[in-house]
């Protein structure tokens, strides 16, 4: 199991890290794609998407950690489930941000879209050094 959370911690630190790179990234395409006045006001936005992305990342995290030490035979399941629901997660976000602002529904949508291809590609990335860890374990 110490093994599983060297893995698991060292790809939430390579999310954290992409993370903290994803902010100045998504405002300085903001400003080069929109303007300046744009990227502005996109700012808190996009520090809002990374906040909960790494927050939702963590919880995922936990959970999985918790199935893999009862040995739980769902981890299929669980990843199908954990994908899902992170897909509902980004379209319900996308939704209440059209119905509170508004406006500028397009940064915000490629921003979103950007962080959920990142998000996706560390966890399942993790997901399968996990699992070939406990393989070779076996």
């Known amino acids: ?13 390579l999310l954290a890290l992409l993370l903290i790179v994803a902010v100045p990234g998504l405002f300085y395409f903001d400003s080069l794609c929109w303007g300046e006045s744009t990227a502005l006001r996109q700012a808190l936005s996009i520090n809002a998407l990374t906040s909960g992305c790494f927050a939702w990342a963590l919880l995922l995290c936990v959970v999985y950690r918790s199935l893999l030490k009862r040995g739980d035979k769902g ?64």
């Open 1 to 13: 199991m110490q093994q599983v959370n060297k893995v698991l911690v060292r790809y939430m630190l």
């Open 75 to 138: 981890l299929l399941l669980y990843y199908m489930a954990s994908k899902m629901l992170t897909l509902l997660l980004a379209a319900l976000t996308l939704v209440v941000y059209g119905f509170v602002v508004g406006t500028e529904i397009l940064p915000f949508v490629i921003n979103l879209l950007l962080l959920y291809i990142l998000f996706l590609a560390v966890t399942s990335c993790m997901y399968a050094a996990v699992e070939k860890k406990q393989k070779n374990r076996s």
